[in-house]
């Protein structure tokens, strides 16, 4: 189990002093996709979500050539949810991020994806009431719990840690209410229709700054960083196994020119936010800064160098909780479905295999 300089949860105690931050980053707030490129070598079709907080690194990464300096031309296309979870399969990429839900679902036979890499970690929470009756998750037994969609993956993941640290299982024991993240916003705390939510990261940073009016209940990533020493993460890095088999230097292109992007954000993080935080959803300067904190104290990202085997063995872990509680259809086998960043470095021959 490794140790970090950063805490998530000194970031929920220090975050509140922030100011307000997005509405749904993941669920997509921009009206028009937009693509992006650098100059590199091969070209490489590439998809986010519209809002995502990913595409600060990806445009500033862009902007500074790191994918460029690794010998390939990523395409960056922004577009909405719907389209994203079909980009690698009815879409025709060969590489991109794939959330668990969709990741399993797929490695049926039909398809045969790979993560290579950690892109946004896990920070999204169940938010209620700053002066709710609701103080502990099993407080959440009967009460009406408003979620963006039981087959997203945040709520999926929300399900799955809820009944593996507490067991029970959010839908079954909820009255739930879909809608979209900021609509769930105003019915808790305009029209209080609902008694709790669960958030994407956009609503979950703005509560998180706003300690006068929600505090958050359950935190998706925290039990599970106590537990297995990691964060759950959002939508690891994928490509195919054709792919990666026929071109694996282009594959760990994608992984280290990230991890430049990486670096880079945390090393400018001010100016990334000023100039693409809009793109991610992020209108004001309230909402700028609260994100500048979170990125600062290092709860966004994951290192690509620690995409090792302690870290994967806490993702598979997660997996094998979701298909025991029959939340996906089955664990796709490890050792087919994902590689680490040594062993993708020695497949494209960049150094030997740690």
Known sequence: MKSYDFSRRSFMKTAATAGVASSALVSGCLSESSASSDEGGASIDFDTIEGNLNIMLFRSGIEQGFWGDEGVSLNLQQVPFGRYTTSMTTGGNDVGIMGYPIFSQYNDGEYDFVHFGPCITQINSILVPVDSDLETVEDLRGATLGHPGWQTATATLMRGLVADQFGFDLREETEGVQSQPSTLWSLMLDQGDIDAM????????????????????????????????????????????SFLEENPEQVLAVAEGWASAQEYFQSNTESVVSEYGELAGLSDQANRDTIVELAQNGAMTHPVDEYDAELIDSQWQLLEVLSDLELIPAVPPREDHVISISELRSKAGSTPTE
């Open 198 to 241: 669960i958030q994407f990261t956009g609503q979950t940073v703005r509560g998180l700054a706003s300690p006068d009016e929600v505090r958050p209940l359950y935190n998706a990533w925290e039990g599970w960083e106590e537990q297995t020493g990691y964060p759950p993460l959002i939508t690891p890095f994928t490509t195919t196994r």
